[in-house]
């Protein structure tokens, strides 16, 4: 279980640059223990797939995490909500334009999920969605496990709202116009 | 683990009144295979203690049956979010009214927690908050289980909260005023 606020911002070169961080100074968090860091691992070290269910991305790290492992070849596939999804700050825009499948719901209710299946063997499940303020300003819980007993029913739940979200089209998302 | 929304909306009466529901054709949910009627129940078997950390409660059922059991005799301490708690609808009033301890943060970012550590064995985690749209409008999932590994760092987490902040008044909440 990891438990948010973050003491410190984590450093994103130290995370996501091929060669690290550089800096001998860096006064940016390097912490390998960090809630926020552990997260960054585990979506980083996935080698098949990630399911992600997600009511609100806006955080830059966690987005180029996805966009990393989705060139690499990790199969990505997110649903999330379509009111949060069209928010100033959502990385949707950005996943889309990677090629990244997006489904959102088609409901005035909220897609309140926040949880990522990884390789089908690791669910991530929380209060935490994927934003700045759960970072290192909220107080946030993510439970991680690979309990068959827990990721099943994650992915399950996953499978059947894919599958019942129709992607004709993104009619919803004003940004469909924008994109190609 | 639970997921939502339920099909049909619960009969608060099949759960909370002394003698249940009475009606013979009442056509509001009395199925125990439902996710909300599976979380009361939760609750209602509470034998010890409640601590919830809860970002939001507006639904009447949960809040009634937090205020049964805290009539019964079982140690109920809440841990919220200031400005949600202030919100119409919130029952934060009503259970200060009834004497339980409240206690919320002094922070402008959110305690987005959403568990409750029942008798301090189970613990009840998710993106769900306790109101009417979590029920039957949202797509929400809740985590219950008695893994000690588990149940043992959300104790910590709700004690670590309890014990950093001050009891000295309700001065953020504007019901204050109004209760003695």
Redesign the interface.
């Known amino acids: 279980?990891l438990?948010f606020?973050d003491s410190h911002i984590p450093c994103r070169k130290y995370l996501l640059s091929p060669i690290g961080c550089t800096k001998n100074d860096c006064r940016l968090s390097h912490n390998e223990k960090s809630s926020f860091i552990k997260l960054m691992r585990y979506i980083l070290n996935a080698q098949k797939s990630l399911k992600l269910c997600m009511?609100s991305i806006t955080c830059d790290e966690l987005a180029q995490a996805v966009t990393t492992k989705y060139r690499q070849g990790v199969v990505v596939k997110v649903v999330t909500d379509t009111e949060y999804m069209n928010l100033n700050g959502s990385k949707m825009h950005g996943f889309l334009k990677q090629g990244i499948e997006i489904r959102h719901?088609r409901?005035?209710?909220?897609?309140?999920?926040?949880?990522v299946v990884i390789d089908e063997k690791i669910v991530v499940?929380?209060?935490?969605n994927w934003t700045h303020?759960?970072v290192v300003?909220?107080?946030?819980?993510v439970?991680v496990?690979n309990n068959p007993e827990?990721v099943r029913?994650?992915l399950n739940?996953f499978t059947n709202?894919w599958e019942k979200i129709p992607n004709v089209s993104y009619s919803f998302c004003y940004y469909t116009y924008k994109v190609h």
């Open positions: 279980v438990f606020p009511f719901d409901s005035s209710y909220l897609m309140h999920h926040k949880f499940t929380g209060s935490f303020a759960a300003g909220n107080t946030e819980n439970l496990t827990i029913p994650y739940e709202l």
